[in-house]
């Protein structure tokens, strides 16, 4: 046999099907490095909403304690002051201003909870809200 038979016959691309892989592997590149780069952001949101939401439930469970710890001093100083009592009347015009006083206590608790729920809830939905619309601002 000859060499001829076994010599390999160069083969080569035309340009056109060269440039078009060529295109198609660069416009991978560049939609890989896109994704890779919406993935870390959204890590970071991620990240920063969980922070944001252990700092609001630390605050939150800080308030419900300074709130439990007024209503039981509360509570200390009217058993006190029924303890100085002379005659029913006065016992129960005491009752009735304990009553309306506390009232008025956890009105402004239950207030104070709601307005601090709130926050934490917008700090902790602000970072993901934030990445999203980066991420939307990028994609355009």
């Known amino acids: 046999m ?7 016959t160069p083969f080569q691309i035309p340009e056109p099907f060269r440039a078009f ?28 909403a969980y922070a944001s939401a252990t700092k609001g439930a630390s605050g939150f469970g800080a308030k419900l304690v300074e709130i439990a710890q007024t209503n039981v001093t509360s509570s200390f100083d009217f ?16 009752v009735s201003a304990h009553a309306r006083k506390q009232f008025e206590a ?3 608790q239950s207030q104070e909870l709601a307005e601090l729920g709130q926050k934490v809830a917008t700090e902790t939905v602000e970072p993901i809200k934030a990445s999203v619309t980066k991420a939307f601002q990028n994609v355009a």
């Open 2 to 8: 000859s060499n001829q038979f076994f010599a390999v």
């Open 21 to 48: 892989a060529e295109n198609g592997v660069n416009q991978a590149r560049d939609g890989y490095q896109k994704f890779k780069a919406a993935a870390e952001s959204n890590n970071e949101a991620l990240e920063a």
């Open 106 to 108: 956890l009105t402004a």
């Open 79 to 94: 058993a006190q002051s029924l303890f100085g009592v002379t005659s029913l009347p006065e016992a129960l015009e005491l």
